[in-house]
């Protein structure tokens, strides 16, 4: 098989690192999967514990909250353990968190469980770097583009497949076994993942990071933007901290919430000093030329994520309703149209991919930013008396430069620095989740209008910073190995 871009990757195929990207995106569907297998059960899990719509809407944020850190956290694993053990080892855990929700007795077991089933959406991260170790930089967006548009469908086949089987166990508790068995099923993919993968080609070195606690940066300016950067995620938890306290849903008193905020403050604190510890050197000690990245590329990356991932998330949980209030729709024709804003992710995001290998990152970049902000704000002119069929377009339209900049931006973030791609990776995602709370926010302050220009500024600014910052990577990156000889990895 051909590893030009124009021979193109023969995703039929079971064999080398073909064999790696689709054992990779059944780990990531599965992983999913596993995390959103509560909400087509959720009318049941009510029905069966008695739940107030207040405590509905408390396991819908608790699905969410850990997903922020633990992406960041899992980068780190990852690159140091290895993606193969740490898959493997995430969807076994997992598994085992998800039979304890399955089978909990109380609503307080349930909040924790699903509190904690937070874990698994860190799986996508595990894989990016898996896939970034087998393949080319002139194949890895596409590659990456598969990975991520496949995988991401796990959610789409809980709610196709769960309420079947709920009907095939039948009875007050099918709701039970139905989740029960998704959690198995991640068991034994855990297993086969495990035996089915090695971490790199035969005969290629895994790059570890050489410290743990942070990600490693190379300059001063550097420095200051890495702690800058995680004050969203603060932000983020703070805010679904805020929506849970007395505030809004009172699932948690005043005394509680505000010792949340402080143990989130301590926790910046602490990645502060982390970030100085590892990093603090570099105020006395110049790194060698051959050892520096751009983190303001990183960064630039996670905010366009941020906006393009973030926003996507947010949509999805509003346009059903939004489009059954504006048009008057059945809940059946409404969620039809919000699930095909998401349901574009299975093309559009190889697509994106696939351009940036064809065409060269910073033009697809400029494009896709460009039509998200443009796709965003037309958006945002659908009310009440619109054409039905001009808002469906438009939202279509929109949903395909979303995916499409979903699949360019991690096209470019595996071959920024190999041995820190988990890390990279993680924050990038987690600032994805962090933009779904905070759009969602600004749906909640500021209503539908104010929702859609406020996703569509950001595009804006993303599509500025790009023409700013972004270089389009070229020639090599370079590894040092154990032995101090240098591999250059081709990012051409």
């Given amino acids: 098989m051909s590893d030009t871009p124009a021979a193109g990757l023969n995703v039929f195929s079971f064999k080398g690192r073909m064999r790696i990207l689709h054992l990779s995106w059944i780990a990531f569907f599965i992983s999913f999967f596993v995390w959103f297998n509560h909400a087509p059960l959720m009318a049941s899990i009510r029905s069966s514990f008695g739940l107030s719509d207040q405590q ?10 850990l997903t922020i850190p633990a992406r960041v956290v899992i980068g780190m694993i990852v690159d140091k353990l290895g993606p193969r053990l740490t898959y493997a080892g995430l969807l076994v855990l997992s598994g085992v968190i998800c039979l304890f ?77 139905a989740i029960a068995a998704s959690g198995l099923m991640a068991i034994g993919f855990g297993v086969i993942y495990y035996f089915g993968v090695t971490d790199t080609p035969k005969g290629a070195t895994y790059f570890k990071a050489k410290k743990t606690g942070a990600m490693e940066v190379t300059s001063g300016a550097d420095l200051i933007l890495y702690v800058t950067m995680q004050l969203p995620m603060v932000l983020a938890l703070a805010l679904l901290a805020w929506q849970l306290g007395p505030a809004k849903l009172n699932l948690l008193s005043e005394t509680v919430t505000l010792a949340i905020y402080g143990v989130l403050t301590a926790l910046f604190l602490w990645q502060a000093v982390q970030i100085w510890r590892v990093n603090g050197h570099v105020f006395t000690s110049p790194v060698a030329e051959i050892e520096r990245y751009s983190f303001a590329q990183v960064a630039l990356l996670c905010v366009m994520y941020l906006v393009t991932f973030g926003g996507e998330l947010a949509v999805v949980s509003m346009l059903p309703l939004f489009f059954k209030d504006t048009f008057d729709l059945s809940l059946a024709t409404a969620g039809t ?19 940036c290998d064809r065409f060269g990152r910073m033009p697809v970049l400029i494009g896709v930013s460009l039509g998200v ?75 539908t209008k104010i929702f859609f220009l406020t996703i569509a500024a950001g595009g804006a600014l993303v599509l500025v910073g790009i023409l700013a910052i972004f270089r389009e990577p070229k020639g090599a990156i370079a590894e040092i190995n154990a032995d101090g000889t240098v591999t250059l990895i081709d990012v051409s």
């Fill in 56 to 65: 509905v809407a408390a396991l819908l944020v608790l699905n969410v909250a």
């Fill in 101 to 177: 929700f399955a089978f909990a007795q109380s609503f307080a077991a349930l909040a924790a469980g699903r509190f904690l089933l937070g874990l698994v959406g860190a799986g996508f991260v595990v894989g990016i770097r898996m896939i970034g170790e087998w393949f080319p930089a002139r194949q890895m967006g596409y590659a990456q583009g598969i990975y991520a548009g496949l995988g991401n469908f796990g959610s789409a086949g809980a709610a196709l497949t769960l309420p079947s089987l709920l009907l095939i166990f039948g009875g007050p508790d099918g709701w039970r076994w």
């Fill in 337 to 355: 149209i919000g699930a095909c804003f998401g349901g574009t992710n299975f093309f559009a995001r190889p697509l994106g991919g696939w351009l």
């Fill in 373 to 447: 902000a443009i796709g965003y704000a037309a958006m945002s002119l659908i009310a009440k008396g619109s054409n039905l069929y001009f808002a469906i377009a438009v939202t279509m339209a929109c949903s395909v430069f979303v995916n499409a900049a979903n699949g360019a931006v991690y096209s470019v973030l595996p071959i920024i620095k190999r041995r820190l791609t988990g890390q990279i990776a993680g924050l990038a995602g987690a600032f994805g989740n962090v933009g779904g709370v905070l759009f969602l926010s600004a749906l909640s302050f500021g209503g």
